[in-house]
């Protein structure tokens, strides 16, 4: 990657009080541990479970809190919903701790980050059930965000993506998928007894994830059609609205990454979770047990 020197003001953007714009974190108070998500309220409830809270933060609809967990420095951010926020928190994370706030220049030993991802997800195969977790072994983006940057090929699996387009007969005004793989330490360490699948990252809740209110869609049998898919013998299971980014943009930049989500709604049963918050809590215990 070409190193960086000098960012001009207007590029690396800064509060007033000299951390990072919309995160509001400087380097000591990120952890090399960091727990993403969605919800801000989500925030509070796995911070609850620290033995000890360092820092905390809040700026719009991204909280922060790092602390300590069973002797663990871990650090739990939201991010709102989309991979634009996606964009935003995990260019400014790894700023933080890999450029130099004060003279603008890339640091020339940098950080390693494990970034674990813990959302909620539609899933639409229906040997997953509700309430059960599905770990993002893959990930396919229909949302475009990783063809505004370069070097997207050391991490973009060709096959993957050109296989999908293949098998869904992709229509070609749509954004083209791109295919990415997990970091397999954190796999192997965080899920090693969960299902294993490829998640379809949508930019959207409705039409983009096969929803239809009252405009048709493009597509009526993307859904059908997606539950048919497999990769090296994992299957397509589950939509949700951040990972693609989150895959690409952390393992460009060096970072492991791991997304595991709790299914709430099976796409294929109809089934709906009712009150899917002692599994979302059962999740983050093990997160942070296992992180």
Known sequence: MKSRNNLMNSELVLAPDNSMYHIRLKPEMVSDNIILVGDPARVNTISSFFDKKIYETSNREIYSCTGVYKGKTITVLSTGMGVDNIDIVVTELDACVNIDLATRKELENKRKLNIVRIGTCGCFNKEIG?????????VIGIDGIMYFYKNKENVLIKELSDSFVEFMDWLPNLPRPYGVQCSDSLLERLAFDMHKAITITAPGFYGPQGRQIRIELADENINSKIGGFSFNGV??????METSSLYALAKNLGHNVLTICNVIANRETGEFAEDYHPAMNNLIKLVLDRI
């Open 130 to 138: 509700v309430g059960q977790c599905i770990a993002s072994q893959y």
């Open 235 to 240: 299957k397509a299971a589950n939509y949700e």
